[in-house]
């Protein structure tokens, strides 16, 4: 299609409700009382039980809003198919009609499958794909503490199918929450490893989505704003962790970058990460982190003025230097940043070997993110980004 036709292309961009702001998770009992729950599924994780405040605080709110409830915190990193089903269970025998989750992404994208669950009976990997959700879940409250996710305003749910030791997609409307409640405060408890790696995720979200092929000038709008603040924020917030000016526009970014993908989707960084933490459980961010330089480079060529746009956030001239160069300066530029948050190490650090790439390859090669990358990816290119990233 012609320039002059271009901008009157259809396009879809779908934004859910969310609260935004200091003590915006206070609100989960008002709105759980809103959409008529009567008892609620509380999703969270045993850490953030055991090390914060915030999940004593959430159970307290529901109380003084005489909503009963009942704790499910048996949700690991990278969430098991197990345990949304065990979720579900738990959620059936209390007779539960509502969900809220306190959490990371994790703990967000278990309480989407139990809701899936809930509501169409089955098993959670049965609804593996795009829209393959015939009746709605459950009411469903989010309430992000990492930022870096994003499931709070996304339609993905990622499940790991711990017999085939893959990762599986979940994309319908049906898994957004019907509300997002957005606590900077929240995000205070993270250390400084998980700050920078959710953080870095955010960061992978914004740049693969402003490069998708199913980008748009409104998924555009949100990845750049995201990208201008993660690069601005990110590491200042690890110098200063309780600084909430920082923890906001991390958050902040971290909300913009999921608009983004929620609606162009990703690309080859995700695909390689969902098929490490898929295969070898490894941490999600982290592999984002890793991965993202060598992918950036690869995919230069396909869309370099998009590439020299984001180089401008991070103060590079890419437009003055031959492609080539610019690529590599790009790429150079991630790599860097991340070792000064202190993801300063490689996938063979995180004991991923040779004879592990071409399982590795072939399951990344069937990951739907492939779908909406910029450039084409063979087998082959596939195993050499992993090779580089070794």
């Known amino acids: ?37 009567r008892k609620i599924l ?67 994208d278990c309480a989407k499958g139990i809701g899936i669950v809930a509501s169409n009976g089955g098993h959670i990997l049965e609804f593996e794909g795009v829209d393959q959700i015939p009746c709605p879940i459950p009411p469903l409250i989010c309430i992000p503490t990492t930022s870096g996710s994003a499931s709070e305003v996304s339609q993905f749910a990622i499940i790991l199918d711990e017999n085939r030791k893959t990762k599986i997609s979940i994309v319908s409307k049906a898994v957004v929450p019907d509300i997002g409640l957005l606590d900077p405060e929240l995000t205070t408890t993270m250390d400084p490893h998980l700050t920078a790696c959710t953080g870095l995720d955010a960061l992978t979200h914004a740049v693969e989505a402003y490069v998708s092929n199913a980008s748009s000038p409104f998924t555009d709008l949100h990845a750049l704003e995201a990208v201008r603040l993660i690069w601005a924020s990110l590491a200042n917030t690890l110098a200063e962790p309780d600084n909430l000016y920082f923890r ?4 902040k970014g971290s909300l913009y970058a999921g608009l983004a993908f929620s609606n162009a989707i990703l690309g080859a960084t995700h695909a390689l990460s969902h098929s490490l ?23 230069f060529k396909a869309c370099p003025e998009r590439f020299i746009t984001l180089g401008e956030i991070m103060g590079l001239p890419l437009d003055s230097m031959p492609e080539d160069a610019a690529a590599k300066l790009l790429s150079k530029t991630i790599e860097t940043f991340r070792c000064t948050l202190g993801i300063d190490h490689s996938l063979r650090s995180l004991n991923v ?24 990816m063979k087998l082959q290119d596939i195993e050499e980004i992993y090779e580089k990233a070794l």
């Open 1 to 37: 299609m012609d320039s002059s036709s271009s901008s009157f292309e259809l396009r879809k961009f779908m934004a859910p409700e969310f609260v935004f702001g200091i003590h915006a998770a206070a609100l989960a009992g008002r709105y759980a009382q809103n959409y008529g729950a």
């Open 42 to 108: 509380l999703v969270t994780d045993e850490t953030l039980r055991k090390t914060t405040p915030w999940v004593n605080n959430l159970q307290q709110g529901l109380t003084d809003s005489h909503l009963p409830f009942v704790t499910f915190d048996q949700v690991s990193p990278n969430p098991r198919s197990a345990q949304i089903m065990r979720g579900a269970a738990l959620y059936a025998e209390e007779n539960c009609n509502a969900i809220v989750a306190l959490g990371g992404g994790s703990v967000l």
């Open 248 to 251: 906001t526009q991390m958050l």
């Open 277 to 299: 933490g898929g295969r070898l459980d490894l941490p999600h961010g982290e592999c984002n982190a890793i991965l993202l330089g060598p992918v950036i480079e690869y995919n």
């Open 353 to 376: 070997t040779a004879s592990d790439i071409a399982l590795l390859a072939a399951n990344a090669a069937a990951d739907p993110c492939l779908a909406t990358n910029p450039r084409a």
